[in-house]
T-cell receptor, first 116, second 111 residues
Framework: DARVTQTPRHKVTEMGQEVTMRCQPI?????VFWYRQTMMQGLELLAY????????DSGMPKDRFSAEMPDATLATLKIQPSEPRDSAVYFC??????????????FGSGTRLTVV | KNEVEQSPQNLTAQEGEFITINCSYS?????LHWLQQHPGGGIVSLFM???GKKKHGRLIATINIQEKHSSLHITASHPRDSAVYIC?????????????FGKGTKLSVKP
């Protein structure tokens, strides 16, 4: 089965350090999403890309978060500097989206980030 | 008020029971997802539907677009069905694929 691959699975870092999370979407999918899950807020959208172009990053704190898609096989989410409130599970998802047509929406296993 | 509301928040059932989880939403949607998340685990898409009903094994999902309501049913529940079930809607229009999530329903099935 095709999978969305996220690395690392777990990350513990000290406050102030840079954190980079990576996602390999499913080949052929044109849309990549970054979601964050916390106990308080549940799942929420951070950013997403269509054909590698950023479409919406309004869910991201702009001063410290950045999302990029340097090529079709890699999406990255970077936090610099990290803060304890960034502790969460970060999910990547990919799918094939064309207008109202959506196919193959698949989530990665997530990166569990702990900032101490 | 949240755009996606689920009920109940928590549900405990005995093995073999028929289970229903409800989802109501207030926005126009192009599709609705039912997702499953086991403790400490990833998220699995169970169904994506935009009308009618879908069935996969012991799971059935229905949607009523006019009433803005969907239900997830589990027949002959089993302890391995214990998980958080999340309803998520794909907003019709400009959002183009991103999801708005409910808070989830935590299901525990006792043997």
């Amino acid at each position: 089965d095709a999978r969305v691959t996220q690395t690392p699975r777990h990350k513990v870092t000290e406050m102030g350090q840079e954190v980079t999370m990576r996602c390999q979407p499913i080949l052929g999918h044109n849309t990549v999403f970054w979601y964050r899950q916390t106990m308080m807020q549940g799942l929420e959208l951070l950013a997403y890309f269509r054909n590698r172009a950023p479409l919406d990053d309004s869910g991201m704190p702009k001063d410290r978060f950045s999302a990029e898609m340097p090529d079709a096989t890699l999406a990255t989410l970077k936090i610099q500097p990290s803060e304890p409130r960034d502790s969460a599970v970060y999910f990547c998802a990919s799918g094939l989206v064309a207008g109202r047509y959506v196919d193959g929406y698949t989530f990665g296993s997530g990166t569990r980030l702990t900032v101490v | 008020k949240n755009e996606v509301e689920q009920s109940p928040q928590n549900l405990t059932a005995q093995e073999g029971e028929f289970i229903t989880i409800n989802c109501s939403y207030s926005v126009g949607i192009s599709a609705l997802h039912w997702l499953q998340q086991h403790p400490g685990g990833g998220i699995v898409s169970l169904f994506m539907l935009s009308s009618g009903k879908k069935k996969h094994g012991r799971l059935i999902a229905t949607i009523n677009i006019q009433e803005k309501h969907s239900s997830l049913h589990i027949t002959a529940s089993h302890p391995r069905d214990s998980a958080v079930y999340i309803c998520a809607v794909m907003n019709y229009g400009g959002s183009q694929g991103n999801l708005i999530f409910g808070k989830g329903t935590k299901l525990s099935v006792k043997p």
